[in-house]
């Protein structure tokens, strides 16, 4: 099939990564994947949930919003209570980026992430992964500088991307008119060696087969090894 966008099907969208975007931040930065956009912040607190009081471990957390206007029509803030959709996003953030940490080694301290997304185009939530984890690094990197842990505490790189089956055939990297369309629909978060973080697949319009699922891990591999490349070259 011809993409709206004219990539081959195996190809993920134009990446850029600009780092320290946010000035005040203690790492931060603007992931652009094609037309979605998303600001990613990391502020540290020196506490940690009354779970991990007095372990001696730390904790990475997340939240994720999305502005009014990121979308063709506008959408109401979240205020009081958050969407099932939002929370369980954030929530994936958090489990992504924790399994990239040695919490023992960060302390009884926080790294809050921050995933803001300003314009939408479809993979908000990969985008925010990928993008987290610059901002996570940078703001580890920033505690190390200045003596408040002894040592990085990053055990992998993480990345993730969208995946689907559209008319049929298997896609890396859905924009929202493919996304709306497609018939399975897949978010695949891995680390740097190649493990599998989380894989969350649903036949929107149809089931499909393990063969399916061999394919669209497969195309998903692929495209997150180029967003570990762009990760690191951000990070350099």
């Known amino acids: 099939m011809v993409r709206s966008d004219g990539r081959s099907n195996k190809e993920i969208r134009p990446v850029r990564i600009t780092t320290d975007y ?21 502020s540290v607190d020196n506490k940690v949930p ?9 904790w990475v957390t997340a939240e994720y919003s999305m502005l009014p206007r990121a979308t063709n029509t506008r959408n109401q803030r979240e205020r009081a209570k958050l969407s099932g959709r939002t929370f369980e996003i954030q929530r994936l953030i958090g489990r992504s980026m924790r399994a990239c940490v040695d919490l023992k080694q960060l302390g009884e301290k926080t790294v809050i992430l921050d995933c803001d997304v300003i314009q ?40 993730a991307v969208s995946v689907g089956l559209v008319n049929r ?28 973080i989380e894989v969350q697949g649903t036949g929107e319009n149809s089931t499909f087969s393990k063969d399916d699922l061999d394919s669209l891990l497969q195309i998903a591999r692929r495209g997150i090894s180029e967003l570990l490349k762009a990760q690191k070259d951000a990070l350099k």
């Open 22 to 42: 946010i000035r005040h931040a203690e790492g931060s930065c603007l992931i652009e994947l094609g037309q979605t956009k998303v600001i990613c912040t990391a």
């Open 50 to 58: 009354p779970h991990l009081k007095d372990t001696g471990t730390g």
């Open 120 to 159: 939408a185009d479809g993979g908000t939530r990969v985008a925010s992964i990928t993008g987290a984890y610059i901002a996570l690094v940078k703001a580890l990197r920033a505690m190390k500088d200045k003596g408040l842990i002894n040592t990085l505490p990053i055990k992998n790189q993480v990345a």
């Open 169 to 196: 055939e298997i896609l890396v990297d859905l924009c929202y008119e493919e996304d709306s369309k497609a018939d399975v629909d897949m978010n695949v978060v891995m680390t740097g060696d190649g493990g599998f």
